[in-house]
């Protein structure tokens, strides 16, 4: 069974600031999509950014970036100039490629920006 | 183009009761999943439907059911409740094309007591 691990629980930034958050996977499949989803305290899930395994370029959305590292299963998202309305829990999330397309999540980082 | 919604936001229910939960899927989408968020937690994978079909189920008994119409809106229905169940369900919507992201509604928030 796929697992995905978010080690950092919290993190605090300075607005303006950049910051990294970390994911790792564990899967046997070669094939497969991951994603960073962002939940702000309003609830509704948010898609940040997504990466399909099979493409070696990371991938970018604006302020938001990866680095995707499939050889170290690494999946991290990089916030750069980072605003007050990015303050919110961000779930990093893996699916395969086959099957049914359900998403298995980590445990969150809780991300404050400070004014 | 319209979202995921889900009905109804908040609910309270009581050990032992049933419970049914509506989402209705983003215009174009045919497949919903159901996830369970408990408090302080990653969502996790209840079931999903695609055409009317169950299409993979997580790791829920069955007194967890679901259902989806014609018009691929869904209900998740839980029985003989407990209060572990208390939790936010989403609901998200994608595509049949493997390569379709899911889009999540806000939730419902179930508090059982």
């Known amino acids: 069974a796929q697992t995905v691990t978010q080690s950092q629980p919290e993190m605090s930034v300075q607005e303006a600031e950049t910051v990294t958050l970390s994911c790792t996977y564990d899967?046997?499949?070669?094939?497969?999509?991951l994603f960073w989803y962002k939940q702000p305290p309003s609830r509704q899930m948010i898609l940040v950014i997504r990466?399909?395994?099979?493409?070696?370029q990371n991938a970018t959305e604006n302020r938001f970036s990866v680095n995707f590292q499939k050889a170290a299963k690494s999946f991290s998202l990089k916030i750069s100039d980072s605003q007050l309305g990015d303050t919110a829990m961000y779930f990093c999330?893996?699916?395969?490629?086959?099957?049914?397309?359900?998403?298995?999540f980590g445990t969150g980082t809780r991300l404050t920006i400070i004014p | 183009e319209t979202g995921v919604t889900q009905s109804p936001t908040h609910l309270i229910k009581t050990r032992g009761q049933q419970v049914t939960l509506r989402c209705s899927s983003q215009?174009?989408?045919?497949?919903v999943s159901w996830y369970q968020q408990a408090l302080g937690q990653g969502p996790q994978f209840i079931f999903q439907?695609?055409?009317?079909?169950?299409?993979g189920r997580g790791n829920f008994p069955p007194r967890f059911s679901g259902l989806q119409f014609p018009n691929y809106s869904s209900e998740l229905n839980v029985n003989a409740l407990e209060l572990d169940d208390s939790a936010l369900y989403l609901c998200?919507?994608?595509?049949?094309?493997?390569?379709?992201?899911?889009?999540f509604g806000p939730g419902t928030r179930l508090l059982v007591l």
């Open positions: 439907y695609y055409r009317e079909e169950e299409n």
């Open positions: 990466q399909e395994a099979y493409k070696q």
């Open positions: 998200a919507s994608s595509g049949r094309d493997f390569q379709e992201t899911q889009y």
């Open positions: 215009s174009g989408h045919n497949t």
């Open positions: 899967t046997s499949e070669n094939n497969y999509y």
């Open positions: 999330a893996f699916r395969e490629n086959f099957g049914n397309e359900k998403l298995t």
